[in-house]
């Protein structure tokens, strides 16, 4: 069965810094969403990105997040300067459209920030 | 007002029970109700999906929406010990957005 995959699975990184979560979205879906769990909290929509450009994002998702599809295979989501509170799962997703279906989540990065 | 709630659990049932899993929603605009299993440190995956009001069963699986009371089930006949993992419910309206609930942990033991 055809999934999304996500790297890295764990990544550990200090206050401050960039980090670029990657995912591969399924082949032939068209739509692509970043989520992110906090431990203990629900599941938050980060983001939707169709057409390589985003087509609505939450109120977190502020100037330090930002995501790209460099190629046709990839899609990152950037944090500029992470903050402690940026620790938690981020969890990609995709669809083949928006109009039915589910979505297809990722495995998920665990980002720990310190 | 929380736009899904659910009731966090933990739900304990023996292997063979019927499981009743619930949700309410405040946003009027959802029409898609999806249904997620978690395990632990792992993603959503999804389980159900239905559109508006009605039944849907798949298997074991029975989700259920009722649009004039804003509530969403999903009922799992004869559980099993691999059925014991954290449920979501979602909704959305016309947009990408998913709301999830917070999750009901349920443990199925044999």
């Known amino acids: 069965e055809p999934e999304v995959t996500q790297t890295p699975s764990h990544q550990v990184t200090q206050m401050g810094q960039e980090v670029i979560l990657r995912c591969v979205p399924i082949s032939n879906h068209l739509y692509f969403y970043w989520y992110r769990q906090i431990l203990g909290q629900k599941v938050e929509f980060l983001v939707s990105?169709?057409?390589?450009?985003?087509?609505?994002k939450s109120e977190i998702f502020d100037d330090q997040f930002s995501v790209e599809r460099p190629d046709g295979s990839n899609f990152t989501l950037k944090i500029r300067s992470t903050k402690l509170e940026d620790s938690a799962m981020y969890f990609c997703a995709s669809s083949p459209r928006t109009g039915s279906g589910g979505y297809t989540f990722g495995s998920g990065t665990r980002l720990t920030v310190v | 007002q929380k736009e899904v709630e659910q009731d966090p659990g933990p739900l304990s049932v023996p292997e063979g029970a019927i499981v009743s899993l619930n949700c309410t929603y405040s946003n009027s605009a959802f029409q898609y109700f999806m249904w997620y299993r978690q395990y632990s440190r792992k993603g959503p995956e999804l389980l159900m999906y239905t559109y508006s009001s009605g039944n849907k069963e798949d298997g074991r699986f029975t989700a259920q929406v009722d649009k004039s009371s804003k509530y969403i089930s999903l009922f799992i006949r004869d559980s099993q010990p691999s059925d014991s993992a954290t449920y979501l419910c979602a909704g959305r309206g016309s947009n990408y957005k998913l709301t999830f609930g917070k999750g009901t942990l349920l443990t199925v033991n044999p």
């Open positions: 990105f169709y057409n390589n450009e985003i087509s609505e």
